[in-house]
Nanobody, 126 residues
Framework: QMHLMESGGGSAESGGSLTLSCAAF????????LGWFRQGPGKSREGVALKDTNGYTYFADSVQGRFTSSLDNEKKTLTLQANNLKPEDTATYFCAAKLGFCFRNFLNDPDEMDFWGQGTQVTVSP
């Protein structure tokens, strides 16, 4: 079992920045993938970013060029730096993990992920 603890999020104005972190505890195999998904009001859950221990990183088209991510493998922590935020980025952001590697198509298929955090709210005002 892997447990995920999210921190960060909050409120920002359009064009602002926020930092989200996800720390993994418990079972963490040598190969794993951490990622962020989000779910806005009345919307389905969508992938934002995935990063695995093989060095691959995938971003959703909607955040490409605005969001960056870094994985501290020693601390098993994934950090998402969200820059140039837009009101449409408003959502509950969920950390997710998968034992093994991730692939880009997982951004569109949250069911591929094995474990989930509780979520943290991000609100961007115009």
């Amino acid at each position: 079992q892997m447990h995920l603890m999210e921190s960060g999020g909050g409120s920002a104005e359009s064009g602002g920045s926020l930092t989200l972190s996800c720390a993994a505890f418990g079972r963490t195999d040598e190969r794993y993938c951490l990622g962020w998904f989000r779910q806005g009001p009345g919307k389905s859950r969508e992938g934002v970013a995935l990063k695995d221990t093989n060095g691959y990183t995938y971003f959703a088209d909607s955040v490409q060029g605005r969001f960056t991510s870094s994985l501290d493998n020693e601390k098993k922590t994934l950090t998402l730096q969200a820059n140039n935020l837009k009101p449409e980025d408003t959502a509950t952001y969920f950390c997710a993990a998968k034992l093994g590697f991730c692939f880009r198509n997982f951004l569109n298929d949250p069911d591929e992920m094995d474990f989930w955090g509780q979520g943290t709210q991000v609100t961007v005002s115009p």
